[in-house]
Nanobody, 125 residues
């Protein structure tokens, strides 16, 4: 059974930084892509960033471009999200996701097979 475990969420003041981590376990083959999404109550889960392991290409939502950085560990089972210059509107539960096969939809929830439980990020003004 594939498991994804996020860590690193918390409470921070506007302008501050947080670094999220996500580790995958239980997959018998390598991940093809991993991503970060976020969700606030009453709204749909939205794309934040993704990383394709083959060539380490990265993609970002416009709302976080230039402030957030997605990166990888040495193995294809770990990603990070460095969040800088955080704003109150970044407050959400952040979810890590992984897919074991190629997909064009890595910027949508449909592109992923497995999800973590989420970690809360709260940015105070």
């Amino acid at each position: 059974q594939v498991q994804l475990v996020e860590s690193g969420g918390g409470l921070v003041q506007a302008g501050g930084s947080l670094n999220l981590s996500c580790v995958t376990s239980g997959r018998t083959f390598n991940n093809w892509v991993m991503g970060w999404f976020r969700q606030t109550p009453g709204l749909e889960r939205e794309f934040v960033a993704s990383l394709i392991f083959g060539d380490s290409r990265t993609y970002y939502a416009d709302s976080v471009q230039g402030r957030f950085i997605i990166s990888r560990g040495n193995a294809r089972n770990t990603i990070y999200l460095q969040m800088n210059n955080l704003k109150p509107e970044d407050t959400a539960v952040y979810y890590c996701a992984a897919a074991g096969k190629p997909t064009h939809y890595h910027h949508t929830t449909d592109g992923y097979d497995d999800w973590g439980q989420g970690t809360q990020v709260t940015v105070s003004s």
